[in-house]
C-alpha cells in the first residue's frame, strides 16, 4: 500500500509563507504526475498546482506568482512553497500521485489525508 505523508500546514497571518510537504512510500516503480488541490467546506475540491516527473508545471490563476510547486524525485517528495497567503487560500490542502506500483501495469491515483491551512487576517 503507498502512503502519502503531507506536513507542513498550519496557522499563518496575511502575508506570510508556508511549505507544505508530501512524502509518498511504498513498493514504488515510480510516480507520474503529482499535485495539491485544496477544499473549502460548500465549494468544490480545487485543483491549485501539479507537477509532471520532468518538472513541467501548471497553477490555478489564483496562486501564480506566489505559490511554487517542486519535487524530488529521488526522494518521492513533493513540495508546495506558498507566499504571500491570502485568507481565500485557507482550505484544506490535499496532495495526490499518479503512481506506478511494483509489480502492476498501470498506474493509479493516490491521496493524502489533507492538511488544514488557515490564513488569518
Known amino acids: 500500500q503507498v502512503q502519502l505523508v503531507e506536513s507542513g500546514g498550519g496557522l499563518v497571518q496575511a502575508g506570510g509563507s508556508l511549505r507544505l510537504s508530501c512524502a509518498a512510500s511504498?513498493?514504488?516503480?515510480?510516480?507520474?504526475?503529482m499535485g495539491w488541490y485544496r477544499q473549502v467546506p460548500g465549494k468544490q475540491r480545487e485543483l491549485v498546482a501539479q507537477?509532471?516527473?520532468?518538472?513541467?508545471?501548471n497553477y490555478v490563476d489564483s496562486v501564480k506568482g506566489r505559490f511554487t510547486i517542486s519535487r524530488d524525485n529521488a526522494k518521492n517528495t513533493m513540495y508546495l512553497q506558498m507566499n504571500s497567503l491570502k485568507p481565500e487560500d485557507t482550505a484544506v490542502y490535499y496532495c495526490t500521485a499518479d503512481i506506478l506500483l511494483y509489480g502492476s501495469g498501470q498506474s493509479r491515483d493516490f491521496w493524502g489525508q489533507g492538511t488544514q491551512v488557515t490564513v488569518s487576517s
Open positions: 511504498g513498493v514504488i516503480l515510480s510516480i507520474n504526475a
Open positions: 507537477i509532471t516527473r520532468g518538472g513541467s508545471t
